[in-house]
């Protein structure tokens, strides 16, 4: 079993998901079922195929570098959790 | 029933020319048609007084001769584009109380043509989910159900936009599709809806789930209806870097075609899945049909790695999905779950403002692009899209059009899909032309013997949503769909 509750305990934390030990049996069992189904694509053969991220084909445009937007962080502000002088506020992350 | 919320879009844009409605009177129509349907669980967030506002402004347009393509027209909104002043979630906990401080650029272009927002419907959370009931608020009832024994999914992702038109309680609504979230939940509901070539609409101000697939689109009752409503929300937009820098045809134009002569229709036989059941072989076989009888020559084509095409869905769509939902960690907007360590912090935060769908992709998202199985999942998938994509180009020397069943079965009853990946199979016939980009559109075109409706799905070339509308709006014609009588 390639994805076992070790491996879904590791993930979530990668992801920063908290996971308790009783969905982690019930998760591993199913992203193991999803991961044994993706796994059908090694019956491609894909030798010297390039892969792709973007379907048209368009490259990315540049545009000026000026500013264009912005001036309004208390409206910005106005959606945080906590806000304080003009900053987010956080945790205390530095002793 | 109220006899405006039964007309088509194109004949309320008529009556409000001829002044036999005023904008206000269609506007208030369809405000009454949304508290009717309130067991349906349709909308997020209803605006009837910003919707009184913009119709009257629409209708003193009007009466200067200055009415602009959608003026007076009552349309609702999927609650995954953010509207400027107007709560948006993405039916998540995580945005329960988010209020965008800009519009979209998609609604931008609606609102500035004149429609009218009825308000914010529902949809499976971050459009992640096929059957509307990974919504923070509930699933939508799919109104088909009215009459029957059992409750049924409208199907997903944009399961309120297209309950909200089958029950006649908005002229059209936006959706969008990453991977059929548009065809779906219309060919389960009985209407109509396109996701348009990826690029052709911004999707600057939507929320992002895949980047490289999502796309906006309308859903509506007929095809006309929805090649206005793309007219308008179309567009180069240099806040989006994909957008695509090309005028807009008119689509109105090319769905009042109605000779196919010349016009070569591919049928895929590998859409023909094991265990189809017959009423869907049926339709498909009369859609051929009729096109043909239009003077539509039908071929036969291969599109070989069809078959890969969930799969490589289901690693490329959550590994972009765990990279732009790492934005949702409880400190700049949305729900923050409190704690005294900033690690915590985010990891409550997700897993309590997540639902279960979702925290299973970005899990699987994580995996797939983790050290040591990036070239394995991440890298062979994106391999396997090239080589889908490389089957419709070559598929597309041939033909001008695809047409192909919209979904394995119509609606099924909510609840009854436990199993992840048979809740994944539901996209097996729009996941292909979603990989590769392409515009696709479903038509309601017959009844199951349960007497639900079922969609055919027109699939064309990348930026031919021309032809997309010229052969949906035929199959309408000889369809002669029945839509429901509700409201």
Redesign the interface.
């Known amino acids: 079993m390639p994805i076992d509750k070790d491996t879904v305990s590791k993930v979530s934390n990668l992801a920063r998901i908290e996971i308790d030990d009783k969905q982690l049996e019930k998760l591993s069992k199913e992203l193991d079922s999803v991961i044994e189904w993706i796994n059908t694509l090694n019956e491609v053969e894909t030798e010297g195929i390039e892969p792709i991220a973007h379907v048209t084909g368009q490259t990315l445009p540049l545009r000026e570098d000026k500013v264009n937007d912005g001036g309004y962080a208390e409206k910005i502000l106005n959606n945080a959790p906590e806000q304080a002088s003009g900053f987010f506020v956080v945790p205390k992350v530095v002793e | 029933m109220n006899e405006i919320c039964n007309l088509s879009l194109l004949e309320v844009k008529e009556a409000l020319k001829k002044h036999d409605l005023s904008a206000l009177e269609v506007t208030n129509a369809f405000i009454e048609a949304s508290d009717k349907i309130k067991n349906l669980n349709v909308y997020n967030t209803l605006t009837p007084e910003k919707a009184i506002e913009m119709a009257k402004h629409s209708q003193s347009r009007i009466d200067k001769g200055q009415g602009r393509l959608l003026d007076g027209i009552p349309i609702a909104v999927k609650d995954l584009f953010c509207t400027e002043g107007v709560s948006t979630t993405a039916s998540s906990k995580i945005l329960n109380?988010?209020?965008p401080?800009y519009e979209s650029t998609v609604t931008k272009n609606l609102w500035e043509a004149g429609a009218v927002m009825l308000g914010k419907v529902s949809c499976d959370e971050f459009a992640m989910g096929s059957s509307n009931e990974t919504s923070y608020f509930g699933n939508v009832i799919n109104p088909w159900s009215k009459g029957k024994d059992k409750k049924l999914t409208p199907g997903g992702s944009s399961g309120g936009s297209a309950a909200v038109v089958a029950s006649n309680s908005a002229l059209a609504a936006t959706g969008t599709d990453t991977g059929g979230s548009i065809r779906q939940p219309v060919a389960f509901c009985g209407v109509t809806g396109i996701k348009p070539?990826?690029?052709r609409c911004s999707r600057w101000g939507i929320i992002a789930f895949a980047s490289?697939l999502d796309q906006a689109g309308p859903i509506t009752k007929t095809v006309s209806d929805s090649a206005l409503m793309l007219n308008v929300m179309s567009g180069y937009d240099?806040k989006d870097?994909?957008s695509?820098?090309l005028e807009t045809p008119d689509f109105l134009e090319s769905s009042r075609v109605n000779s196919l002569k010349n016009v070569k229709v591919g049928i895929p036989k590998e859409y023909q899945i094991n265990g189809m059941s017959s009423e869907i072989i049926k339709l498909w076989e009369n859609g051929a049909k009729w096109l043909q009888d239009r003077g539509a020559q039908i071929i036969d084509v291969s599109l070989p790695?069809t078959?890969?095409a969930l799969?490589?869905y289901?690693?490329i769509a959550p590994a972009e999905a765990?990279s732009n939902l790492a934005r949702y960690?409880?400190?700049?907007?949305?729900?923050?779950k409190p704690?005294?360590?900033?690690?915590?912090?985010?990891?409550?935060t997700?897993?309590e403002g997540?639902g279960a769908e979702v925290?299973?992709r970005?899990?699987?998202g994580?995996?797939?692009l983790?050290a040591g199985y990036y070239d394995a999942?991440y890298?062979?998938?994106?391999?396997?899209?090239?080589?889908i994509?490389n089957d419709f180009s070559e598929v597309f020397k041939k033909v001008d059009v695809l047409l192909t069943p919209t979904t394995p079965t119509a609606a099924f009853e909510l609840g009854s899909q436990q199993d992840?990946?048979s809740m994944y199979m539901n996209d097996v016939f729009t996941v292909p032309a979603s990989?590769?980009?392409l515009p696709a559109m479903s038509v309601p075109s017959g009844m199951s013997q349960e007497a639900l409706p079922l969609g055919l799905q027109v699939i064309g070339k990348?930026f031919d949503e021309e032809n997309v509308f010229k052969i949906a709006a035929n199959l309408e014609d000889e369809a002669k769909f029945s839509f429901l009588k509700y409201n």
Request: charged share 20%; glycine share 6%; net charge positive.
């Open positions: 109380n988010f209020i401080n070539t990826y690029g490289s240099q870097s994909t695509a820098n790695h078959n890969y799969p490589t289901y690693v765990s960690d409880g400190v700049r907007y949305g729900f923050r704690k005294d360590n900033l690690d915590e912090l985010y990891s409550s997700r897993a997540f925290q299973r970005i899990l699987i994580t995996y797939v983790s999942y890298r062979k998938a994106q391999k396997v899209r090239n080589l994509i992840p990946i990989l590769a980009g990348p």
